[in-house]
């Protein structure tokens, strides 16, 4: 009986979803509830029929501006209704959902170097650039598994009050505590410090990778007493320097671009030094929309008016190096990608990371935390 009742379940979970009452969370959630994975299905019929595309994002202002100027519109000429999952598209949570047999996700927003190393491990479908414009990316920053969706920054930011004509201008200046005193804050996620700690111990920015990871270490072991919070989001960086808790910090750019505006540049950052890093739209394999779908999708987001846009929205540098010349000049001072500014800055391995993170970020934990 139990068995019956279980299968009659199910075949409402069916039948409401064919009928467009339910969406893949609310089924995949239903049968989570009744022990039942879409593996259970053969070939997956729920999951072929579906009408939806689900992005996998990190949630807040960019999930918004993402829906906005490029999910609905997305699924407006598609004839999918899109949607967001905002819990976070994890190298773990990717993981969990390619093993669970449920997967949910379609096209995900990941860290650059994690769309290497999951595509890596099989768990990604393969970028189709009969679709995908390889081409429409900043400096290559295309693979198998992964195309750049947009660039972030890693900059210094700086209490332009507290310093007054003499403000630091490079991450010599960033370590050098006597000559530029007070409380400094930077990321827990590593990626950028310790490419600034090895510049300000005298390396170039040609030698720097594969990274010295115990001269970095030493270096920012020396500055831990100055700090007075390492970062875990950016909402946090943010408030530290416009709170004044600390007068010097590493932060995201699009943090970093709000504080310059919230303080009204009294609070403000310089490219000088910086280190670009892409995030990337990557793909389930065996995605329940299917590759086309995705593929389709991210072809969509290379069009670099929409880009512009969401440097509008959310301060991210367009991928496109179409988009540089359709950046209004009142944008063209936070736009990473702008030839002015990109030339400053210095480009993170994404290479590098994808071997090495896991491994650097437990001793990095160590150090913040001892």
Same mark, same amino acid.
């Not at 367009?318 to 001072?333: F, M």
């Given at each position: 009986?139990?068995?019956?009742?279980?299968?009659?379940?199910?075949?409402?979970?069916?039948?409401?979803?064919?009928?467009?009452?339910?969406?893949?969370?609310?089924?995949?959630?239903?049968?989570?509830?009744?022990? =039942?994975?879409?593996?259970?299905?053969?070939?997956?019929?729920?999951?072929?029929?579906?009408?939806?595309?689900?992005?996998?994002?990190?949630?807040?202002? @960019? @999930?918004?501006?993402?829906?906005?100027?490029?999910?609905?519109?997305?699924?407006?000429?598609?004839?999918?209704?899109?949607?967001?999952? @905002?819990?976070?598209?994890?190298?773990?949570?990717?993981?969990?959902?390619?093993?669970?047999?449920?997967?949910?996700?379609?096209?995900?927003?990941?860290?650059?170097?994690?769309?290497?190393?999951?595509?890596?491990?099989?768990?990604?479908?393969?970028?189709?650039?009969?679709?995908?414009?390889?081409?429409?990316?900043?400096?290559?920053?295309?693979? %198998?598994?992964?195309?750049?969706?947009?660039?972030?920054?890693?900059?210094?930011?700086? &209490?332009?009050?507290?310093?007054?004509?003499?403000?630091?201008? @490079?991450?010599?200046?960033?370590?050098? =505590?006597?000559?530029?005193?007070?409380?400094?804050?930077?990321?827990?996620?590593?990626?950028?410090?310790?490419?600034?700690?090895?510049?300000? &111990?005298?390396?170039?920015? &040609?030698?720097?990778?594969?990274?010295?990871?115990?001269?970095?270490?030493?270096?920012?072991?020396?500055?831990?007493?100055?700090? =007075?919070?390492?970062?875990?989001?950016?909402?946090?960086? %943010?408030?530290?320097?416009?709170?004044?808790?600390?007068?010097?910090?590493?932060?995201?750019?699009?943090?970093?671009?709000?504080?310059?505006?919230?303080?009204?540049?009294? =609070?403000?950052?310089?490219?000088?030094?910086?280190?670009?890093?892409?995030?990337?739209?990557?793909?389930?394999?065996?995605?329940?929309?299917?590759?086309?779908?995705?593929?389709?999708?991210?072809?969509?987001?290379?069009?670099?008016?929409?880009?512009?846009?969401?440097?509008?929205?959310?301060?991210?540098?367009?991928?496109?190096?179409?988009?540089?010349?359709?950046?209004?000049? &009142?944008?063209?001072?936070?736009?990473?990608?702008?030839?002015?500014?990109?030339?400053?800055?210095?480009?993170?391995?994404?290479?590098?990371?994808?071997?090495?993170?896991?491994?650097?970020?437990?001793?990095?934990?160590?150090?913040?935390?001892?």
């Amino acid at each position: 009986m139990q068995k019956i009742m279980k299968d009659e379940l199910v075949d409402i979970l069916r039948h409401r979803f064919e009928r467009g009452e339910l969406g893949r969370r609310d089924v995949l959630m239903g049968l989570g509830l009744l022990g =039942v994975t879409s593996l259970a299905f053969s070939p997956g019929p729920l999951m072929a029929q579906s009408k939806q595309l689900v992005l996998a994002t990190w949630g807040g202002d @960019t @999930t918004k501006a993402i829906e906005e100027i490029l999910g609905n519109p997305f699924g407006e000429v598609s004839g999918l209704s899109v949607v967001s999952d @905002t819990s976070g598209p994890s190298e773990g949570a990717v993981q969990v959902q390619a093993s669970s047999g449920s997967i949910s996700w379609d096209v995900m927003l990941l860290e650059y170097f994690s769309s290497i190393t999951l595509g890596k491990k099989g768990l990604l479908g393969e970028i189709e650039y009969d679709i995908v414009d390889r081409d429409k990316v900043f400096g290559g920053q295309a693979h %198998q598994w992964g195309v750049a969706s947009h660039f972030n920054s890693y900059v210094m930011v700086y &209490d332009a009050a507290h310093f007054g004509d003499n403000p630091p201008k @490079t991450w010599a200046d960033f370590f050098d =505590v006597e000559k530029f005193p007070g409380k400094h804050t930077f990321p827990k996620w590593m990626m950028g410090i310790l490419e600034a700690a090895l510049l300000a &111990d005298g390396v170039q920015p &040609d030698g720097l990778y594969p990274l010295d990871l115990d001269r970095a270490f030493a270096k920012v072991e020396k500055l831990m007493p100055h700090v =007075v919070s390492v970062w875990g989001t950016g909402a946090e960086s %943010q408030q530290l320097m416009l709170d004044g808790d600390a007068v010097m910090g590493m932060l995201w750019g699009t943090r970093a671009i709000l504080v310059d505006r919230d303080s009204e540049q009294e =609070v403000t950052f310089t490219f000088q030094d910086g280190f670009l890093a892409p995030d990337a739209w990557g793909y389930m394999k065996d995605n329940p929309a299917g590759a086309k779908a995705a593929n389709e999708f991210i072809a969509f987001t290379q069009d670099p008016a929409r880009q512009v846009e969401l440097l509008r929205l959310a301060g991210y540098g367009p991928a496109n190096p179409e988009a540089s010349s359709l950046v209004p000049d &009142d944008l063209k001072r936070i736009d990473c990608n702008q030839p002015e500014n990109r030339h400053l800055m210095h480009d993170l391995d994404m290479e590098w990371y994808s071997e090495n993170y896991a491994t650097a970020l437990d001793r990095f934990t160590a150090l913040i935390a001892s």
